[in-house]
């Protein structure tokens, strides 16, 4: 096939680039079954701002995210995990120096119809056009430059169809060297065609398009048609899709899940998560200090700091000798929606009170006059999220979702969250106050806990020497812009997040 041989070499790209295609391919591997490769990669691909597109099926996706979670645990990358819409996820790979990094693009279904706006079409039954044959002539095509041989290509024809819908929907431009490059290599594979299982009618008018799109300078309203056509009819005569709905009604994001990212985008705010001893304090200290216009936030004070859980946990504390974390087990769910409802009045306050704000902790870069304040937003940095005092029992061997923390986290504030991903070997060094099997456990309820938040931003950060460069990596990874810290004044501010 002409467009493998057209796919990213090794040598167009550094060392740290090509690590991050090796992590890759075995992510995929950890995957059960085939996912394809949308747009193959082009000679002149950028790592920082190209994109790869790989589609394939709910599970499948979910099995990737896991597995990139387990590599960050082994502190081979840090990755980052977005998500706006319900059928694509956002997954950006970073090299431990962050010094390179791999955006992909993981999509379930295939919406960019323009004659069919609120439909789409399901990975399944894409995945279905892939045959035995399409594989073997896939694996005998691999070229010696192919950065991801565990990837599959659709069907010539297909493949075509989906250009042309992508490049209507989106209105691109055609005459762009990257763009032209692709539509090239989409119509050399479908002059290649033998046979295709639609009448020849449709096929012939496929290749008619196929002669005639490199030469377009946009797509016309006959290449959408013919194309929409050919695909739907395609489709439903693929075996394993007979008497199977071929679209699908589109999904879209809620309003609830545009209200919370206008929220997160204008009161900006990061939650450090992680299991004791990962050093959250001494990296939310470093942070801050690096981060201009930000400011720390106690997690905890935000149900500690009320009259009634001192009164009610002073007195069931000395009547019936209850520790203070057994005692926060049992109304777990109650001091969270407390905590929730504290945090939502934080991040309401107007800019001018928040370094006033007696509930939000310190203001660790110093007074703020009220022309920055409005001319910059401010970042919450938060030592934990308020959700993870729904996981109970978090120093036993089994920690344990708190029943009813499904829908309490729906009425948590959204927040960047940041999860210290350390093994336990590192972790008994600093703080031995949990065991291996109960750090797993709570390490992974974390990292599901963030992915249910809509919208999902979730950072998974490998463990690195010191504070600093942990602060350092995530400001890179957040796109913030790091100051250098002196090492008294990363004392100071420790000691300010400590008392």
Known sequence: MQSASRLLCVTTLPEPAKSLFAVMNELLRAVDGRVVLLRPLAGNFDDQRDDIDLLLTESQRKQLLRAA???????????????????????????????????????????????????????ERLLNTLTDANVSQRR?????????????????????CLLVQHLAAKRRKLTTPARRERIVAACERLQSLASASVHDSLLTALLDLASRLPLAIIVTPNFIKVTDAYLLQRLAAVPNNR??????????????????????????????VGSDGTGKSSIVAALASQQPHSMV???????????????????????????????????????????????????????????????????????????????????????RSCVTFLITKRKSDAPQ??????????????????????????????????????????????????????????????????????????????QWVSQPVRESQTATEFGKVAA
């Open 401 to 478: 979702l708190t029943p009813s923390a499904t829908w309490i986290e729906a009425m948590t504030p959204p927040v960047s969250s940041v999860l210290l991903t350390l093994p336990y070997t590192v972790l008994a060094q600093r703080k031995q106050e949990m065991s291996s099997a109960g750090h797993e456990i709570y390490q992974y309820l974390l990292f599901e806990q963030a992915l249910r938040q809509r919208p999902t931003d979730l950072t998974l950060l490998a463990g690195l020497p010191s504070a600093e460069e942990s602060a350092a990596a995530l400001c890179k990874i957040l």
């Open 69 to 123: 979670y387990a590599r960050c645990v082994l502190g081979d990358i840090h990755c980052r995990i977005q998500q706006n819409s319900p059928t694509k996820i956002q997954l950006i790979l970073w090299t431990k120096a962050c010094s390179s990094k791999l955006m992909i693009d993981l999509w379930t279904s295939f919406d960019q119809l323009p004659r069919r706006r609120y439909n789409a079409i399901s990975a």
């Open 243 to 272: 008497g199977l709905p071929v679209l699908e009604r589109r999904q879209r994001r809620g309003l609830v899940t545009e209200l919370r990212k206008a929220i997160l985008q204008r009161r900006p705010a990061v939650a450090v």
């Open 297 to 383: 936030v106690v997690a905890k004070k935000f149900y500690r700091r009320s009259l009634a859980y001192q009164f009610v946990g002073g007195l069931i504390k000395r009547l019936c000798r209850m520790d203070r974390g057994d005692f926060d087990d049992r109304v777990s769910p109650w001091i969270s929606i407390r905590a929730a409802a504290a945090f939502w009045v934080t991040m309401c306050l107007p800019f001018s009170l928040w370094s006033k704000s007696k509930v939000s902790g310190t203001a660790v870069n110093g007074p703020v006059s009220v022309g920055e304040l409005s001319r910059s937003k401010r970042t919450l940095i938060l030592d």
């Open 140 to 160: 005998e095509n691999v070229h010696e430059c192919l950065q991801i041989p565990t990837l599959r290509l659709l069907p010539a024809d297909i493949d075509f």
